[in-house]
């Protein structure tokens, strides 16, 4: 059965998030064949739709308006939800991101469907759509068939593999003028944290610290490993709480959900609420002084010592490595 998919991209200062892309490909998957109809929502971000057309989008539809230059939750929603009504898809899949963890239930909510969350995997058996998610904070995963119409889902970004980018693909824009309005909440100013380097939730490698890094201080080893990785440091609440980082930084349940090629974690004991945020890393790697703690019964590679001897070694290593 052939499906119309509609996917919702997602920008930041002017630039598609990889969830984009992700979100092509899964429907891509579902559509067996059909059409993949990507919404790009905000002000001046047509030109961006060729970047759409080259992961794999068939159709492009814009709502292009200065009120939703950027996010709110009622501007977003009115937004997609004109153009699914207009569209009427048989499926509907965003990323399952801040962004996307706001609105999706309230889409669902305005479709009366139901909404299957943090999928992780899709597969297609005799023309069902199955997805799997983790239950539990990630100790287990459930499957489950989708008979909704739409099937409406949000996915964990790094999971589903872009397809592979070719420019010479091109597609139709469309532009709708729909007016937003009665907005209850509207942005008047986003003041950005300064974060350094890399984004956390789209960082190929993440250094996270825990409460054995003791002090702010000690996150500067983390930081230079992941600098000479290329990645981005992480943080477990209890460094967080302790006031080591900010909150921004925290990974888990509660945090950041990442899913990088590899994590090492630093000083962390390995609470479930912090594997909900990391267990679906490719390759985990802990360095922590107690054999026993709990990361290592999830890493690939467990290095027992004390953080601030090993964390520069392997700085140090990789650096010459890169020589
Ligand atoms: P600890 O458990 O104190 O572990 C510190 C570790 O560092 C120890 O294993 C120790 O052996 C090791 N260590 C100490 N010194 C060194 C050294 N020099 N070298 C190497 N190792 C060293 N936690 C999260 O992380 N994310 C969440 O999203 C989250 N959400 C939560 C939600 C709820 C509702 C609740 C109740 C809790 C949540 N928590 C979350 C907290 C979680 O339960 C743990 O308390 C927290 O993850 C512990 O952080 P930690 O591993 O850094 O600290």
Excluded at 284 to 297: G, L, S, T
């Amino acid at each position: 059965m052939t499906r119309k998919v509609v996917v919702l991209a997602e920008t930041r200062e002017q630039t598609l998030r990889n969830i984009s892309f992700e979100s092509i490909a899964a429907g891509k998957y579902i559509s067996e064949g059909g059409e993949v109809v990507a919404v790009l929502i905000g002000e001046s971000i047509t030109p961006l739709a060729n970047e759409l057309f080259h992961y794999g989008a068939d159709r492009v539809i814009t709502i292009e308006d200065p009120l939703l230059r950027n996010y709110s939750s009622d501007g977003y929603t009115q937004a997609l939800h004109s153009i699914i009504e207009k569209e009427n898809p048989q499926s509907i899949i965003i990323g399952h991101t801040a962004l996307g963890k706001d609105i999706a239930p309230r889409i669902a909510a305005k479709l009366d469907v139901g909404l299957i969350s943090d999928v992780t995997e899709i597969e297609l058996v005799g023309g069902n759509v199955i997805f799997t998610r983790p239950i539990y904070s990630g100790k287990a995963f459930e499957k489950k068939i989708c008979t909704a119409n739409p099937i409406f889902a949000t996915i964990r970004p790094n999971n589903i593999n872009p397809l592979q980018k070719d420019e010479n693909r091109t597609g139709e824009i469309e532009s709708l003028q729909t007016q937003v309005k009665d907005l209850r909440t509207v942005i008047k100013e986003v003041v950005r944290k300064t974060t350094e380097g890399v984004d956390l939730s789209e960082a190929k490698v993440v250094v996270a610290g825990g409460r054995g890094v003791k002090s702010p201080e000690g996150f500067e080893p983390l930081k230079e490993l992941a600098e000479v990785l290329g990645g981005a440091v992480g943080a477990s609440r209890g460094a967080c709480d302790a006031d080591y980082c900010d909150y921004s930084l925290q990974i888990g349940q509660t945090g950041k959900v990442v899913t990088p090629d590899l994590y090492i974690a630093c000083g962390i004991s390995g609470a479930i609420q912090h594997l909900a945020g990391m267990s679906n890393s490719k390759v985990i790697v802990a360095i922590n002084k107690d054999p026993e703690a709990n990361i290592f019964q999830v890493a690939d590679y467990g290095i027992v010592g004390d953080l601030f001897e090993v964390v520069p070694m392997l700085t140090e290593e990789i650096k010459k490595l890169k020589l």
